[in-house]
Every structure is written in structure tokens, then in C-alpha cells.
């Protein structure tokens, strides 16, 4: 029940701590 | 005219087939009695519009009726009824295969003689057609929609806003008549039609607009719709309170009837029902703070 | 009365309109054209209606034709019925519309050609695109109305009217053709007799307000959207990644791509989460309403 929804929501999560970490190495 | 529908159908209305009806109306209405500057128009006699069609589409036991469309607008007579209806017939079952001709409507205080000869025309492509007949005279003291739906004995379905007739067949003077015959009938609507129903009735910005302007105007919606509750309950709370005081008489159905809804709330109170409401909660938290989190990784991004 | 003259068809004055855009020339128009005022209602629920079918119809000729899912060649056929005059509508054609289920109100590639097309035959013209899904989404209609550049005129650099969510696998398809068309003022009208029946359907579907459910209603597309905004940063990742000395040799036009990209995933997510917390909203006055109640 509602697994699409939590599947994209991980997706966004995963997604956003990648960037998170790019932007980190472009600061450092 | 028999008193009312006893066929056991349950009709339901869309909103876009009232306005279709009222949109015809108006056209042909603007077209034989022209504005003159803006002045009222004289005291001639509203033209009558007739529409041999509309699309509905069956259910079981339900029909709901979601379109309409016109065929002829000068009253068409019986011998024509069929041939335009067949035309119309066909493309609308290459679009939409679930729906058929359900029946007719037309614009008028009360069904007509006439009406039955184009009724019983319709019978060629359904075998109880429906007749949704407006009333388009405004009168502003009036709650309900003036709007009744006839409906034919063989198909008693019928889903219009308007009012449901039932053709039923009587003897008269030993000869064997169809007659029309009023069946109820409810306002449906989906998400979307509710939506832009709402957005025609009040002219919203259709434009995003601000973050604030879209709170507003969904904020306001559930204002109104509280509000409308909140007035019928006060009548019913008068009413009782009259009851009790012995203004009027007692009335034992409207007792029952109130004492169930009391006892139907809380509305939903089982545990399966706070788990879920929960976890839609704090599932729209979970989308929040993810939204937070994008816009601090685009401020920090920007910085950089 | 006033709101009712409008529906009435004034055979010179429907010729001067077409004198009027015929004499356009390439710059746009909108002014001119904005005054075309649509009947919102039959366009929103004759697409509403047929939302799941992508319907296709036609404005102010012929009520009811409805096409199923395509806006090709075959169009130019089926806008030359002239069923319109026989149901007694004495409205020339004035353009068409159709829906994009979920992915926003702009004009495709074959949108933007059907237009251009049309355009040069018959005038005045133009193209409504409505989306249903985004309209139970957001709660409130979304509609747009858009006419074509003439082909080859470049239009001058104007700002961007409303940023608004395009899914990534329609990205190509919108950028590439968003400059071929502009957008126009809708303004509606309804008639004396529409304003008491919308008053008194009212009286009835008030209970649908109440009951409505946006965040159960739309969950599919709201997964899409959200898995749509996943992959937008996957790409703008990428982005970054790949420029890993950025901030020492990026010429600023990428830099400002780059930013650019994230604020409008910003954007998506936001309005993602506005909407959320407008179901959930509803759903909380609910709960108080009605299962807050004790006997």
C-alpha cells in the first residue's frame, strides 16, 4: 500500500543526499 | 401524470448537463430576442429548446448522466428524431464506447403533450428513454434545482440532475397510454467537475499566484462548505427546539432520523483509521522536510 | 440583461473580429486577442469529462465532437464539419481544445503545428490545453490559451510569465517549441440563468467540498511527481559533479544553469509540498468536524 509513493520518496532522499555531498566536495 | 417513479432506478446528474441545457437556452433565447442596449428583455414568451440527445452511461442499476449534446435546436418532429439521433449515436460510440443515448431534454415549465410524441420517437434507439425538462424562469426564493427528470418503465434508470419522469403505461378510457412520470434524482460530480464548478461559480484566479493566494482560496473553499453545514444544522436545531416547545407537531421520522446521525459520530473512530490518518500525516511531514531540505541544498549550492 | 448579450451573435461583428486579426502583423497580438472571451465551463468539462481520453474538441462550432487522444493531420478534416450550423450554433469555429493529463498546459510539437496550421486558414484562432490531473491536485483550474508565432518570426526576449512543473521525458518537447507561441488573458462569462444554477448547485455539491480528499484522490501522480523531482536531481547532480573545479573555472553562464536547474526543483518541490499540506489540511478540519464529537 503506497509503496510507489515511498519508493519515490527514498528516490528523493537518495538523491538529495548525493547532492548534498557534491556540494560538500565543491566547498572543499 | 402519475405521481412519482416507482421503478426503483437511481439517477444521478452531472452539472455540465444543466449548463449545457441553460448554455442552449441562452443562445437560442439571445438569438430570437436580441438585447436592446442592455434592457431587460419585454415580456415575450421564453423560447422553448429541444434536444434530442444526451449521453449517459449505465450501470447496473445506476445511470449517470455526463454529457449532453445538441441535435436540433427548432423542435424536431417525430420523424426526424431517429435519423439525427442515429448520426449522433454512432459518433459518440466511436468516442465513448461506454456511453449511450439515455434520452432528451428540454427547457419548460411542465412536460407537454408533445413531448410525448418525440418521447415515444426516442423509444426507436432506447427503449425508455429519459426527458430532463428545466425550468428556465429565474426565481431567487427557490432552493432546489428546477430541474425533473422523466423516465420510461423499461429503462428506469436515469442519472439526471433534473427530473427524472417514468414513462408508465395506463389505461385511460380502455385504451393503453404512456404517461410521464417523476422519478428523483442526485447531483454527482467528480473531483475535477467539483472543482471547476466551484472555480465557474466564484471566477477564481485560475493563475498560480502566490503561495498565499492558493491558501486562501483553498482555505475559503472549506470555509464556505463548514459554513453551509453549520446553517443547516442550525435549522434543524431550531426546528427541534421548536418541537420540544410544542410550536409544531411532533414528527416522529425526523426524530429517528436526527437520534441515527447522532449516533453515527464520532464518523470513524477505529484504530485502522488513526493508524492510517497517521501515517498520511506524517507522510506530508516526511514530503516537508525533504522540500526544506532541497531549498537549504539550493541555498548552500547558490553560495557556493 | 448585460451577461446575457454576450451570447448573442452578431454576424458583423464577427466579421469585423476576423477582419481585425487578419490585419496582425507578426508581433504579438495578445492585446487584440485577449478579448476572446471562452466559456471555461463547457472547455473544462468537456475535457474534464474525457480526461482519461485526452479529448479533443472544438471551441464555439460544433458542441460535442470529441476525438480521442490526437492532435495530427486528421484534425484538419474533422474542423471542417459543419454540424455546428445545423444544432443552431451561428458561432464561427474559434479554436479547440484538448487536455495533457498530468504534465501541464503548454503546446507540444504537434500542438504548435496543428496551431500554425490552423492559423492560416481561419482567424481569429486559438488553442486551449487544460490538465485535469493538476486540476484535482491543486485544487483550482489549470488552463491555458495560446496562440503561434507566424513560422520563422523570432518574438522578443520577454520574461517568463509563470514558471510551472514540466515532467523530465516532456522537458525536450516544451523547450523546444516555447518560443513558438504565446499565451493569452482568459477572461469567462455566464449567463443570468448560469449564475442562479450555479448558485443552486451549490446547495448540493457543498458536500463534496467537504468530502473531497486530495492526498487519497491523486496518489499515483503524486508519486510520479515526486519520483519526476528525483530524477531532475539525479541530473542536476550530475551537473555538478561532472563540473567538479566549478567554482575555479565554470564560465558564470553555467554556474548559472547550474543554479538555475536546482531552483527549479526547489520549485517543484515546493509546490509538491504545498499542495501535501493543503490535503492534509483538509483532512485535519475533518477529523475535528466530525470525530471530535463525544456523546
Request: proline share 5%.
Amino acid at each position: 500500500k503506497g509503496i510507489k509513493k515511498y519508493s519515490a520518496i527514498d528516490k528523493w532522499s537518495t538523491q538529495l543526499k548525493s547532492l548534498n555531498l557534491t556540494i560538500t566536495n565543491r566547498v572543499c | 401524470m402519475a405521481s412519482s417513479s416507482s421503478s426503483g432506478l437511481t439517477f444521478k446528474l452531472h452539472p455540465l448537463v444543466i449548463l449545457n441545457i441553460s448554455d442552449h437556452y441562452t443562445r437560442v433565447k439571445s438569438q430570437s430576442q436580441p438585447p436592446q442596449n442592455g434592457a431587460e428583455s419585454t415580456a415575450s414568451p421564453l423560447p422553448r429548446v429541444l434536444v434530442a440527445s444526451s449521453a449517459f452511461r449505465g450501470d447496473g442499476r445506476s445511470r449517470s448522466s455526463t454529457a449532453s449534446s445538441s441535435s436540433t435546436t427548432p423542435p424536431p418532429t417525430p420523424s426526424t428524431v431517429p435519423s439525427s439521433r442515429k448520426n449522433r449515436n454512432s459518433v459518440n460510440k466511436k468516442v465513448f464506447p461506454n456511453y449511450y443515448i439515455l434520452g432528451w431534454y428540454s427547457t419548460g415549465s411542465e412536460a407537454e403533450e408533445s413531448d410525448m410524441q418525440i418521447h415515444k420517437a426516442l423509444m426507436d434507439i432506447n427503449e425508455s428513454p429519459v426527458y430532463v425538462l428545466l425550468n428556465p424562469s429565474i426565481n431567487h426564493t427557490q432552493k432546489d434545482l428546477p430541474a425533473t427528470i422523466y423516465e420510461s418503465v423499461a429503462n428506469t434508470f436515469c442519472s439526471c440532475g433534473l427530473i427524472n419522469a417514468t414513462l408508465e403505461l395506463h389505461v385511460i378510457d380502455g385504451i393503453p397510454q404512456l404517461i410521464f412520470v417523476r422519478s428523483s434524482y442526485t447531483i454527482e460530480t467528480v473531483e475535477a467537475e467539483r472543482i471547476s464548478v466551484d472555480h465557474v461559480a466564484h471566477l477564481k484566479p485560475s493563475d498560480g499566484g502566490s503561495a498565499a493566494t492558493q491558501l486562501a482560496a483553498h482555505l475559503t473553499g472549506i470555509h464556505s462548505a463548514i459554513k453551509m453545514l453549520n446553517s443547516r444544522i442550525r435549522v434543524l436545531h431550531h426546528y427541534l427546539l421548536a418541537m420540544q416547545k410544542g410550536d409544531i407537531p411532533c414528527e416522529n421520522s425526523l426524530l429517528r432520523q436526527v437520534s441515527s446521525l447522532l449516533r453515527r459520530l464520532p464518523a470513524i473512530e477505529s484504530e485502522k483509521f488513526q493508524d492510517d490518518f497517521l501515517m498520511e500525516y506524517n507522510d506530508t511531514l516526511l514530503i516537508t522536510y525533504l522540500a526544506m531540505l532541497t531549498n537549504c541544498s539550493r541555498t548552500v549550492a547558490g553560495l557556493v | 440583461s448585460e451577461s446575457d448579450a454576450i451570447f448573442h451573435y452578431d454576424e458583423a461583428a464577427q466579421a469585423n473580429n476576423v477582419l481585425l486579426d487578419s490585419t496582425r502583423c507578426s508581433d504579438s497580438t495578445a492585446e487584440k486577442v485577449s478579448s476572446l472571451a471562452i466559456t471555461l465551463r463547457n472547455v473544462t468539462f468537456e475535457c474534464l469529462r474525457s480526461w482519461r481520453h485526452g479529448g479533443l474538441d472544438l471551441l464555439g462550432g460544433n458542441v460535442s465532437k470529441v476525438k480521442n487522444d490526437s492532435s495530427d493531420m486528421g484534425l484538419a478534416e474533422f474542423l471542417s464539419d459543419e454540424e455546428g450550423g445545423q444544432v443552431g450554433r451561428l458561432e464561427n469555429v474559434v479554436g479547440w481544445y484538448h487536455s495533457h493529463p498530468g504534465y501541464g498546459c503548454w503546446l507540444s510539437g504537434i500542438d504548435v503545428s496543428t496551431q500554425m496550421l490552423n492559423q492560416q486558414f481561419q482567424e481569429p484562432f486559438l488553442a486551449v490545453v487544460i490538465d485535469p490531473t493538476r486540476t484535482v491536485s491543486a485544487g483550482k483550474v489549470e488552463i491555458g490559451a495560446f496562440r503561434t508565432y507566424p513560422e520563422g518570426y523570432k518574438p522578443p526576449d520577454e520574461p517568463v510569465s509563470e514558471y510551472q512543473t514540466i515532467p523530465l521525458n516532456k522537458i525536450e518537447d516544451f523547450g523546444v517549441h516555447c518560443k513558438q507561441y504565446y499565451s493569452l488573458d482568459i477572461t469567462y462569462f455566464k449567463s443570468s440563468l448560469d449564475c442562479h444554477l450555479l448558485d443552486l448547485l451549490w446547495n448540493k455539491y457543498w458536500v463534496n467540498t467537504l468530502s473531497s480528499s486530495p492526498l487519497l484522490g491523486n496518489k499515483d501522480y503524486v508519486a510520479g511527481q515526486i519520483s519526476d523531482l528525483a530524477e531532475k536531481l539525479e541530473q542536476a547532480e550530475n551537473q555538478l559533479a561532472h563540473s567538479r573545479f566549478g567554482p575555479l573555472i565554470a564560465p558564470p553562464q553555467r554556474k548559472k544553469e547550474e543554479e538555475s536547474q536546482i531552483a527549479k526543483i526547489t520549485k517543484d518541490s515546493a509546490k509538491i509540498t504545498v499542495e501535501q499540506v493543503h490535503g492534509l489540511m483538509s483532512q485535519v478540519i475533518k477529523d475535528t468536524l466530525f470525530n471530535s464529537v463525544r456523546q
